[in-house]
């Protein structure tokens, strides 16, 4: 059973970066699958911000510019880096696994709150 | 990008009814591969979405067959043919024929 948790902090000045890594368990991150992460703004839908496999990196263009996807093999993890974030930038942040070509398994999610 | 438009955006459905959710793609969601890339999604309250359908009509494993999936081109349907009472949540219909991968709006399943 393939298992996803999303970590970092809950609070993030505007301006600043936004840094969260989503550990992997169950599955190498190094497999044939794509690692994304997907965004949902309190009471709103969803966004597909971006993934990453070891073939490389596909970003949403709306987000391309501040975007930043990672992995750490050793960690068996993957980290998503969003730069000079603003109040639409909160939103509680997934992190999911993309067995082409559908997401077959999701963390919990993990609330940013942008915010001085 | 490819603009999914969901309707409709709140559904109160009697128990034991049936409920329908249509969601149409702004381009065709036909990939070169031949393949209609478009899944249904469902997000209970307080959870992570999970998927349900997958290539429009695929039930995803463990999916109750009392929810089906229908549709070509640039039109699609969920239905589920009797809302029981863990059926409350929020539908999302998802295309991934082209990056980046957009959702609908979002679907508010409710009972009456």
């Known amino acids: 059973q393939v298992q996803l948790q999303e970590s970092g902090p809950g609070l993030v000045k505007p301006s600043g970066t936004l840094s969260l890594t989503c550990a992997v368990s169950?599955?190498?991150?190094?497999?044939?699958?794509?690692w994304s992460w997907v965004r949902q703004p309190p009471g709103k839908g969803l966004e597909w911000i971006g993934e990453?496999?070891?073939?490389?990196?596909n970003y949403n263009p709306s987000l391309k510019s501040r975007v930043t996807m990672s992995v750490d093999k050793s960690k068996n993890q993957l980290s998503l880096n969003l730069s000079s974030v603003t109040a639409a930038d909160t939103a509680v942040y997934y992190c999911?696994?993309?067995?082409?070509?559908?997401?077959?398994?999701w963390g919990q999610g993990t609330l940013v709150t942008v915010s001085s | 990008d490819i603009v999914m438009t969901q309707t409709p955006l709140s559904s109160p459905v009697t128990l034991g009814q049936p409920a329908s959710i249509s969601c149409r793609s702004s381009?065709?969601?036909?990939?070169?591969?031949?393949?209609?890339?478009l899944s249904w999604l469902q997000q209970r309250p307080g959870q992570p979405p999970r998927v349900l359908i997958y290539?429009?009509?695929n039930r995803f494993s463990g999916v109750p067959d009392r929810f089906s999936g229908s549709g070509a081109g640039t039109d699609f349907t969920l239905k589920i043919s009797r809302v029981e009472a863990e059926d409350v949540g929020v539908y999302y219909c998802?295309?991934?024929?082209?990056?980046?991968?957009?959702f609908g709006q979002g679907t508010k399943l409710e009972i009456k």
């Open positions: 990453i496999s070891h073939s490389g990196t």
């Open positions: 169950g599955e190498s991150i190094s497999s044939s699958n794509w």
């Open positions: 381009q065709s969601l036909v990939h070169s591969d031949g393949n209609t890339y």
């Open positions: 290539k429009i009509s």
């Open positions: 998802m295309q991934a024929a082209q990056l980046p991968y957009t």
């Open positions: 999911a696994r993309f067995q082409w070509p559908y997401f077959t398994y």
